[in-house]
Nanobody, 125 residues
Framework: QVLLEESGGGLVQAGGSLRVSCAAS????????MAWFRQAPGLEREFVAG????????PYANSVKGRFTISRDTAKNILSLQMNSLKPEDTAVYYC??????????????????WGQGTQVTVSS
């Protein structure tokens, strides 16, 4: 069983920055591919960014490429997402996800076994 807990969400003005984090309880955290997804009101959950178990592969959604950076601290079992140049359309609940069977992060939410409860990010215009 893996527990994931997001933190760091909040309200920020357009153009600002925010960092969300995900604390993982997994003993073998370094073995898990992980990702961030988000879900805006009335829309389906979508892939934002992912990171392979060793950090070598970090795919991003086109909508956030160049603005968001995903990283992981295997010593602290923490996944982070640094979000810069935020836009109102980035407003959503952000979820972290993990799966031990993936070598590289998948963009498909059905590939992930474990999910956090989410943290709200609101970007005002």
């Amino acid at each position: 069983q893996v527990l994931l807990e997001e933190s760091g969400g909040g309200l920020v003005q357009a153009g600002g920055s925010l960092r969300v984090s995900c604390a993982a309880s997994a003993r073998r955290f370094r073995n898990y591919a992980m990702a961030w997804f988000r879900q805006a009101p009335g829309l389906e959950r979508e892939f934002v960014a992912g990171i392979s178990w060793n950090g070598d592969s970090t795919p991003y959604a086109n909508s956030v490429k160049g603005r968001f950076t995903i990283s992981r601290d295997t010593a602290k079992n923490i996944l982070s997402l640094q979000m810069n140049s935020l836009k109102p359309e980035d407003t959503a609940v952000y979820y972290c996800a993990a799966d031990e069977s993936l070598v590289v992060a998948s963009t498909e939410e059905t590939e992930y076994e474990y999910w956090g409860q989410g943290t709200q990010v609101t970007v005002s215009s």
